[in-house]
């Protein structure tokens, strides 16, 4: 028996890095996975990646269209969430000289509003004992220059675990944040204008880091699946940090 035996559990931007890793992890570990993400060709070849009868379903969580749409494929093909991982998200550099109305909106419509409605629109089929995972980052704790706008965005995600862990109390429904550091992902390394530029944002963690080098999403998914399984069936409203001490010194 896994310990997500027959749970239904639903990973948004699991096309790649931490999503996909955990999927992979929740589906070795018997869960029935449903994944989604923007992109339909990444997200087709991560489904094969997971193997475990995952299900794809394309779709942008900043589009309540496509939440609706999700939820109602979800709810014929297997009636109820067992665990929601609300992970989709992204962001970029911005200084504040430089930040504009599309930055701030991309990153807030995506990072909050749709997190924000990924949770309400599921909670119809969410089980009661349920487990609702965010993905944070230490930028809402530590200050990172030129990244303000992706920083606030996850703060905002902090605090709605700390108001919906009381909110579904009543259900029984743990809401956690799941905090990576920096984390060798395709979207980490995005962020880099160029190879030099990758290069120096690795020295810096590397020099930042108690642990000297990034996470690896196995690492930070190993993480999700304690927030998903029973093994954290007293842990609620928390931040679990996956971050090599970087947050933490």
């Known amino acids: ?113 749709g997190t924000l409605f990924t949770v309400q629109k599921a909670l119809p089929l969410l089980k009661d004992g349920a487990s609702i995972i965010l993905t944070g980052s230490t930028s809402a704790t530590t200050g990172v220059p030129d990244f303000s706008v992706y920083s606030a965005s996850k703060a905002a995600v902090r605090s709605f675990a700390r108001g919906w862990s009381l909110e579904l109390a009543p259900r029984k429904i743990r809401v956690n944040v799941l905090v990576p550091g920096a984390t060798s992902t395709p979207g980490w390394h995005g962020l880099s204008a160029d190879e030099e530029f990758n290069r120096e944002m690795i020295r810096a963690v590397e020099s930042t880091t108690p642990l000297g080098r990034l996470a690896a999403p196995s690492e930070v998914a190993s993480a999700a699946l304690f927030l998903a399984s029973d093994d954290s069936s007293y842990v609620n409203g928390s931040e679990l940090f996956v971050d090599g001490g970087s947050a933490q010194i």
């Open 1 to 113: 028996m896994g310990k997500l035996e027959d749970k239904i559990v639903v990973i948004t931007g699991a096309n790649s890095g931490i999503g996909l890793a955990s999927a992979k992890k929740f589906a070795a570990e018997g869960a029935r996975v449903f994944m989604t993400g923007r992109r339909v060709r990444e997200l087709e070849e991560a489904v094969k990646a997971v193997g475990y009868n995952a299900v794809g379903i394309p779709s942008d969580i900043s589009r309540m269209q496509d939440l609706d749409a999700l939820f109602d494929r979800i709810r014929q093909e297997a009636g109820h969430i067992d665990v929601l991982f609300a992970n989709a998200g992204g962001g970029d550099f911005a200084s504040l000289v430089d930040i504009t109305e599309e930055h701030y909106s991309r990153i807030f419509d995506t990072n909050v509003k």
